[in-house]
């Protein structure tokens, strides 16, 4: 079964800037679609980007775009998602996930259609 692995979150001040990164063992990821959430204390889990199996295709939450961006690395099987100015509204824990492509240019940041999930990175934007 596939296993993810987020880190590189922390604590940052708000301009600030995090690159998390979502690493799997066994399996390669690109041959996954990944979608990455985040779920701040309270709230449901939100979808804020995703990327197809090939790269083709990346997807950004309005809250997020602009500022964030979500790029492959398959030599060292990981997809990152790369943050900048970060606000305090974006503190939360981010969850990478993966699935089966069902189409090859297209993904979705809808929670159902993602089978595998990893633990989660905290991150936390203040001053």
């Known amino acids: 079964q596939l296993q993810l692995v987020e880190s590189g979150g922390g604590l940052v001040q708000p301009g600030g800037s995090l690159r998390l990164s979502c690493a799997a063992s066994?399996?390669?990821?690109?041959?996954?679609?990944i979608g990455w959430f985040r779920q701040a204390p309270g709230k449901e889990r939100e979808g804020v980007s995703c990327?197809?199996?090939?790269?083709?295709?990346?997807f950004y939450t309005d809250s997020v775009k602009g500022r964030f961006t979500v790029s492959r690395d398959n030599t060292n099987n990981r997809v990152y998602l790369h943050m900048y100015n970060l606000k305090p509204e974006d503190t939360a824990v981010y969850y990478c996930?993966?699935?089966?492509?069902?189409?090859?240019?297209?993904?979705?940041?809808?929670?159902?259609?993602?089978?595998?999930w990893g633990q989660g990175t905290q991150v936390t934007v203040s001053s």
């Open positions: 066994r399996f390669p990821l690109d041959d996954y679609t």
């Open positions: 996930a993966a699935d089966w492509p069902l189409r090859p240019n297209i993904c979705t940041v809808a929670k159902g259609s993602y089978a595998f």
């Open positions: 990327i197809t199996h090939r790269g083709s295709t990346t």
